[in-house]
Structure formats: C-alpha cells, structure tokens
C-alpha cells in the first residue's frame, strides 16, 4: 500500500504564518518609527507617502531580485514571506492611505487630498518600477554582466 503525503498550502504551514508574523511585527515598527520622524508638514501626510513609496521600492526590488535568482523554494520563499509579505506588508499602510485621503477631503483641502492620491498612486507605479530595474540591475551586476 502506498502512502501519500498530503501537503498543506502555505498560508497553513506554522513555519510560513510565524515568518510573516515575525516580519510583520518589525514591519509594523519600522512604520510606526518612520511615521513619528518624519514631519507632517500642514498636516499633509508625507509620512504615510514617504514609507509607501519605499516600500513600493523595495518590494518591487526584493521580488525582482528573487525571481531572477530562481524558483520560489527554500530560502527565496523564506526571504519573500518575512520581507516582502511580512515586513513590507506591515510596513506599508494602504488603510492610512485612505484615511488621510479622507481626511484631507473633509478638511475642506481637495486640491492637497487629490495632489495626495495622485502621488501616492502614481508614486507608487514609479517606485515599484524603479525596485524592479533595481533589482534586474542588481542581478545583472552581481552575474558580471555590466549593461
């Protein structure tokens, strides 16, 4: 008689939910540090702007970087789960996105709330294409090719 082992999907494996627990709880702490050390300048929300468009940067450079370097197994999974789905997914914040969009539409400032969107999305786009350049760079560089 042949056994066959049943393989849970990851979002089910201990292992996995703890890495990205784990990488989440210094995500969420990084924001929260960078969120305090940087100004909010006429309480415009440049802190939220600031880490989501660096983590749409690193994200975007991480996941290149991975892909490039193989199949999502062993440590590129580990690394992808605790950084990118773990830290940057805690680090950034698309709620407070929205709630500074709102507010800044409630505060009678629709001109500053749509300048928020527009760069936050459009930032966003740009810095997520600026990780992945990076990170293509990054591999091409580090394979001893030098275009």
């Known amino acids: 008689m042949t056994t ?3 393989h849970n999907p990851l979002h089910l494996q201990g292992k996995f939910i703890a890495l ?7 995500g969420a702490l990084a924001r929260y540090g960078l969120g305090l050390a940087i100004p909010a300048p006429g309480a415009w929300p440049l802190p939220t702007l600031v880490i989501n468009l660096s983590g ?3 994200l975007g ?7 490039r ?36 539409f409630s505060a ?3 001109t500053a709330a749509a300048g928020y969107l527009a760069a ?3 930032g966003g786009a740009a810095a997520t294409t600026a990780g992945i350049w990076i990170g293509a760079w990054h591999h091409r560089r580090a394979r001893g090719h030098r275009t």
């Open 56 to 58: 749409a940067l690193a």
């Open 4 to 6: 066959i082992k049943e």
């Open 120 to 122: 936050s999305l459009l």
């Open 69 to 104: 370097r193989g199949p999502d197994v062993g440590n590129r999974r580990v690394l992808r789960l605790a950084l990118g789905t773990g830290f940057l997914g805690a680090y950034t914040t698309y709620s407070t996105f929205a709630l500074d969009a709102v507010h800044l």
């Open 20 to 26: 990205v627990a784990a990488g989440g709880v210094f």
């Open 108 to 110: 009678g400032a629709a």
């Open 61 to 67: 450079a991480l996941l290149e970087g991975l892909s």
